[in-house]
Every structure is written in C-alpha cells, then in structure tokens.
Nanobody
C-alpha cells in the first residue's frame, strides 16, 4: 500500500501561482501512475492531470491545459503540480492519487475509478 501526503496549498490572488507537492511512501514510487484531482464545494471530484511512472506521458483536463504542469521526481518519491495563471474557478481541495502501473506501460487514467490510493487533500483558494 502507498501513503500520499499533499502540501503547498494556500490563498493566492487571481493570476498568481502555486506549486503543490505529493509525497509518497510505503511502496516503490516508480511503480505507480499518479494523478491530481480537485473538488470544489458542492461539486463532484474532477480530474486535473496525470503522469505515467516514467514522467514521459502526461495528460490534462482542458480547463487547466496550458496553465498547469504535472511532473514527478522518482528519486524523491514526490509528484508536483505547478499551477500558473490561477483563476477563482480553480478554488478547490486538491487531491493526489496513485495506482499501480504495469511494467513499461505509459497509460494514464483520467477517471477517479482508475486510482486506489488517495491523499487527504490540500486547499487551494484563488481570490478575484
């Protein structure tokens, strides 16, 4: 089992930037595809971005494409989400997620059901 802890959330003005981190422990980090999801008050949890075990494949929701960048450092067991040009509609609790990835597969999932391991979340608030 893998344990995930998010950090880096906070309050920022529209147009600003934040970098979220997701620290993993418990299993070999490079065996897992990783993703970021977010949930705003009263809304369903939605996909934000995903990255394959190698970092070679990434996938983004249309709403964040061109503004957010997902990356990972397997040596540090950490995944990142660089968020630039933040908008008030980006306000949400951000969750990192992990799922075991088959050897050499570059497949990444954009579905909540594609991940079995979740962090507790970190709040991001963007003021207008």
């Amino acid at each position: 089992q893998v344990q995930l802890v998010e950090s880096g959330g906070g309050l920022v003005q529209a147009g600003g930037s934040l970098r979220l981190s997701c620290a993993a422990s418990g299993r070999t980090f490079s065996n897992y595809q990783m993703g970021w999801f977010r949930q705003a008050p009263g809304k369903e949890r939605e996909f934000v971005a995903a990255v394959s075990w190698s970092g070679g494949t990434t996938y983004y929701a249309d709403s964040v494409k061109g503004r957010f960048t997902i990356s990972r450092d397997n040596a540090k067991n950490t995944m990142y989400l660089q968020m630039n040009n933040l908008k008030p509609e980006d306000t949400a609790v951000y969750y990192c997620a992990a799922e075991f990835q088959r050897l050499y597969s570059e497949y990444v999932s954009a579905e909540r059901s594609g991940y079995n391991y979740w962090g507790q979340g970190t709040q991001v608030t963007v003021s207008s």
